[in-house]
């Protein structure tokens, strides 16, 4: 089993439909949420990052965190053609080197259909 | 100011051949990462360099993998013997600080697409 689960996809909507993007872990330790956006060949970037549990907002991007459930979720809306790439969660906890060593989900394609 | 760059974008090789693959991090970027990225899959962590220190290669998949930034700047990526199992896109990443406990932001070059026929 995977330290982090999240579903491929794809996931297809209409243009301005609210998107939900998921993903549960397993480990205890991780202490930073984040998710990253990839299109297509290129790398990924960082959207949106989280600390612990509660809510982040930004734009028409909001992430949740609940720990106690081991799940976090972002959410879209009015979702744009121009949002259409692949999302992909991404965990990270203390090393024993002193750094945060990030551990990422598969990546859900999104698609938005004007 | 310029991001993360990687030669070659493109890369085939015929399997036994090796490789080497380049990484020029944002300047002043203390912390490097290598990760490999399957087809379909999200990047999975290869080494990580603090300066020119390399402090964790426990993603590493075999010994035929090594990594090196020795002015603690560029950093490059080799696979010997390649096998077909190594075709992925090479991914690295550069952050400014290091060893601070606190997520700092990774900046993403566009990666190397290697292909082993």
């Known amino acids: 089993q995977k330290e982090v689960e999240q579903d491929p996809g794809p996931l297809s909507v209409p243009e301005g439909a609210i998107v939900s993007l998921n993903c549960t872990y397993s480990?205890?330790?991780?202490?930073?949420f984040m998710w990253y956006r990839q299109y297509s060949r290129k790398g990924p970037e960082l959207l949106m990052y989280?600390?612990?549990?509660g809510n982040k907002e930004d734009g028409r991007f909001t992430a949740q965190v609940d720990k106690s459930s081991k799940y976090i979720s972002l959410f879209i809306r009015d979702s744009q053609p121009s949002d259409s790439a692949t999302y992909l969660c991404?965990?990270?906890?203390?090393?024993?080197?002193?750094?945060?060593?990030?551990?990422f989900g598969t990546g859900t394609k999104l698609q938005v259909i004007p | 100011g310029a991001g993360v760059s990687q030669s070659p974008r493109y890369k085939v090789a015929k399997r036994g051949q090796d490789v080497a693959l380049r990484c020029d991090p944002i300047?002043?970027?203390?912390?490097l990462f290598w990760y490999q990225q399957a087809l379909g899959q999200g990047p999975e962590f290869l080494t990580y360099?603090?300066?020119?220190?390399?402090?964790?290669k426990s993603g590493l998949p075999s010994d035929r993998f090594f990594a090196e930034r020795p002015e603690g700047s560029v950093s490059t990526l080799k696979i010997q013997r390649t096998q077909q199992e190594d075709s992925a896109v090479y991914l690295c990443?550069?952050?400014?600080?290091?060893?601070?406990?606190?997520?700092?932001?990774?900046?993403f070059g566009p990666g190397t697409r290697l292909l082993v026929l």
């Open positions: 990443a550069s952050s400014h600080l290091a060893g601070t406990g606190v997520q700092e932001t990774q900046y």
């Open positions: 480990n205890s330790a991780f202490q930073y």
């Open positions: 989280t600390y612990s549990s």
């Open positions: 991404a965990m990270s906890a203390q090393n024993s080197g002193g750094y945060q060593k990030v551990t």
């Open positions: 300047s002043g970027h203390v912390s």
């Open positions: 360099f603090q300066n020119e220190a390399q402090l964790d």
